[in-house]
């Protein structure tokens, strides 16, 4: 069964740290473009990074740019997204995503799999 599994989540003040994990069972993982959504409470949901699979180029959401680092391990079949310098407004349920294509994909519609999600909560 292709799955993805997500860990790391948690509670921390602001100005902490988390890194969240992702565990892929995923046929062909290492050619696959990887990303990570969050979604906040009444919010939609927003990529906030995004990992090629041929290149390893990485995108970022502005905001979080400079404190959220993505990569990969292809031979764990792991990606990873160290969070530093958390704030609250990155509380939200943080998910791992995996596209068909190797090139970044900016939209949630394009990722056809997901984990199930990890609670982020950063207080103030």
């Known amino acids: 069964q292709e799955q993805l599994v997500e860990s790391g989540g948690g509670l921390v003040q602001a100005g902490g740290s988390l890194r969240l994990s992702c565990a892929s069972s995923?046929?062909?993982?290492?050619?696959?473009?990887m990303a990570w959504f969050r979604q906040a409470p009444g919010k939609e949901r927003e990529m906030v990074a995004g990992?090629?699979?041929?290149?390893?180029?990485?995108y970022y959401k502005d905001s979080v740019k400079g404190r959220f680092t993505i990569s990969r391990d292809n031979a764990k079949n792991m990606v990873y997204l160290q969070m530093s310098s958390l704030k609250p407004e990155d509380t939200a349920v943080y998910y791992c995503?995996?596209?068909?294509?190797?090139?970044?994909?900016?939209?949630?519609?394009?990722?056809?799999?997901w984990g199930q999600g990890t609670q982020v909560t950063v207080s103030s």
């Open positions: 990992i090629d699979g041929s290149d390893g180029s990485t």
């Open positions: 995503a995996a596209t068909i294509w190797h090139y970044i994909m900016y939209a949630a519609g394009d990722y056809p799999f």
């Open positions: 995923l046929r062909t993982f290492s050619t696959r473009a």
